[in-house]
């Protein structure tokens, strides 16, 4: 008997849409974006914050990381170099040499 009563009242209240316009919704939201901007513009620059220090780590530790490259890098350069002279300085001599006793048979 309820059900049958409760079409009737639902006749008799306005629909919400009669009720709320557009520029009540538009405030509303505009209400809310203005309570949260705020709070949201706090939890952004913690964030971006975060972030940037997260970042510095990582190239910090990239920096590093390339930095030892380039000196074992240096150093195997420095060798491979002290290599080839001496290399070459026993190329001349013989060389030397090599005319040398060209000329004396």
Not at 8 to 35: F, G, N, Y
């Amino acid at each position: 008997e309820t059900n049958k009563k409760l079409p009737h009242v639902m006749s008799m209240l306005p629909r919400a849409k009669d009720v709320i316009t557009e520029d009540d919704v538009s405030a509303w939201v505009l209400a809310a974006v203005r309570a949260a901007t705020p709070h949201m513009f706090s939890e952004t620059r913690d964030l971006m914050l975060f972030a940037m220090r997260e970042h510095q780590k990582v190239l910090a530790e990239q920096t590093l990381a390339m930095m030892h490259t380039m000196e074992a890098q240096s150093v195997a350069m420095q060798r491979t170099i002290a290599k080839q002279g001496r290399q070459v300085s026993r190329l001349i001599a013989f060389g030397g040499l090599t005319g040398i006793f060209s000329q004396l048979w």
